[in-house]
């Protein structure tokens, strides 16, 4: 069906799979995954979800309840509920008997990592009963959205969970053009960083996941970036550029052309040519460590195995020493790193073309 305030389809989504294990523990953020739903309403043209197995294996399922001709083209218009999911989930719980804790994941469970769990009241519905269930069973849950404005709706359940919750939203740009020109359907950056915001006054911890940074911005913008992050007093900050690979990114750069983001579109298109790519990602990684490192700020950066094999011995090993740290984050009781933040290779700068101003 079709929902009566836009042109997104809706249904019913019949997976009985409850809580998966999940791979992204290598990012320090979760051992298992629960998705409200499949699809998502944002359709950010970036979005590596419809190229994974979930939409790519299930044709026939998205076609039947969702008339779904291409999942990843039509990502952004279509959305199918998973309207029972506390309740199951509730009970799975109780039947459980073993927990999978990994040094990085923590035995965190991630909630949405596959669509936005706040996309909407309908999707909200679902979380609060999700990480309610969880919650109650003392374990940890991790809420990624951007919508935490209206995840404020059930402050109550997020305040009530105490420790065993955080809630985070993905910050990639605060130019709100350049960001609605591929994240066409999601709320603004200045009312992500509001929403969190509010939850850090009402007591609840905070997370930002600055991932896509765009190759438009330079370390004057990120510097701004990172200042205005701070207001929401986050307990990290991760951080990765861009991945040009896959058929998403060719969207992307058409999305950001067909908004009149020429600037945007160009540099994006330029990330082809993996001499620029390494670039940019290495100065933006090494960027965001010395301004976090400034302003005192808890960042975490997640470097693409691809970046290390392409850039040299030196920086090889500061990424690689990235992503085997731990991050800087007191949740789930995970320890804290004590070794000091990897240093970036001076001896072995970067050379640039990419505007430094104001530095």
């Known amino acids: 069906m079709t929902d009566g305030h836009d042109d997104v389809r809706t249904g019913e989504d019949p997976t009985k799979a409850i809580l998966s294990e999940s791979g992204l523990n290598s990012k320090h953020l979760c051992d298992y995954v629960v998705n409200v739903a499949t699809g998502c309403r944002h359709g950010c043209k970036f979005c590596y979800v419809p190229s994974t197995p979930n939409i790519r294996t299930r044709p026939d399922m998205l076609k039947e309840e969702a008339d779904v001709d291409n999942g990843q083209k039509e990502w952004g218009n279509y959305v199918l509920y998973r309207d029972d999911l506390g309740e199951r989930l509730d009970g799975h719980l109780d039947r ?113 996941s600055m991932s896509p940074t765009y190759p438009t911005q330079d370390k004057a913008d990120l510097r701004e970036q ?57 100065n933006h990684l090494r960027w965001v460590q010395e301004i976090g490192r400034e302003l005192d700020l808890p960042v975490h950066l997640w470097p693409d195995k691809q970046l290390i094999k392409n850039v040299g011995d030196e920086e090889a090993t500061w990424l690689q020493s990235w992503r085997d740290r731990q991050s800087p984050e007191d949740f789930a009781h995970r320890e804290l790193p004590t070794d000091p933040v990897p240093e970036y290779p001076l001896s072995n700068t970067t050379q640039t073309t990419m505007s430094e101003v104001s530095e």
């Open 226 to 282: 990172l200042e205005r992050v701070a207001e929401c007093d986050p307990a990290v900050v991760f951080h990765e550029p861009i991945n040009p690979r896959g058929g998403n990114f060719e969207m992307t750069v058409e999305a950001a052309r067909d908004a009149g983001e020429a600037e945007l579109a160009e540099e994006l298109d330029a990330l082809r040519t993996r001499e620029r790519w390494v670039e940019y990602a290495t």
């Open 96 to 208: 459980k008997r073993t927990w999978r804790e990994t040094e990085r994941g923590q035995g965190v469970v991630g909630v949405s990592f596959s669509t936005d769990c706040y996309m909407d009241g309908r999707a909200g519905k679902i979380t609060r009963d999700v990480v309610d269930a969880i919650a109650s069973h003392e374990e940890y849950v991790r809420v990624l959205t951007r919508n935490p404005i209206l995840a404020l709706q059930d402050l109550d359940v997020f305040q009530d969970a105490g420790e065993y919750v955080t809630i985070g939203s993905s910050i990639p740009c605060m130019d709100a053009e350049q960001v609605g020109a591929i994240e066409p359907s999601a709320p603004a950056p200045e009312l992500r960083l509001k929403g969190l915001k509010e939850f850090n006054e009402h007591g609840v911890q905070t997370f930002v």
